[in-house]
């Protein structure tokens, strides 16, 4: 009985929250390649905060801060600028970058 309330109240307050949601019907919806652009920016994010840390602990060579330094001059105009129609150049830039700090991050 209590688990069929409980149910009952989640599923209540997840319709009130969709219910108050502005709807915007002529806003175009995203694409799938602009979702996995953001979600790539903020794998980007993360990795970049671990290399950061890295480097303040001392444990980066000066040939992989100025890999680090270029990957965040390619990536940081594309992950906070706008979001373009079809970002797959992008997204492949975003990635490569996210490979590189994981392999720097990964030899540590």
Known sequence: ??????????IQSLLVVASATPQHPNQP?????????????????TAFNAA??????????????NSITKFDDQVAPICNGTV???PAIQSSIVQ?????LTAIKQGK
């Open 52 to 65: 950061l840390d890295l480097r303040v602990q001392g444990k980066l060579s000066i040939p992989e801060i």
């Open 29 to 45: 919806q995203p694409t799938t390649l602009q979702t996995s652009l953001v979600e790539a920016c903020s794998a980007y994010s």
């Open 96 to 100: 490569a970058a996210i490979a590189n």
């Open 84 to 86: 373009p129609s079809n």
């Open 1 to 10: 009985m209590k688990t069929q309330l409980l149910k009952f109240y989640i």
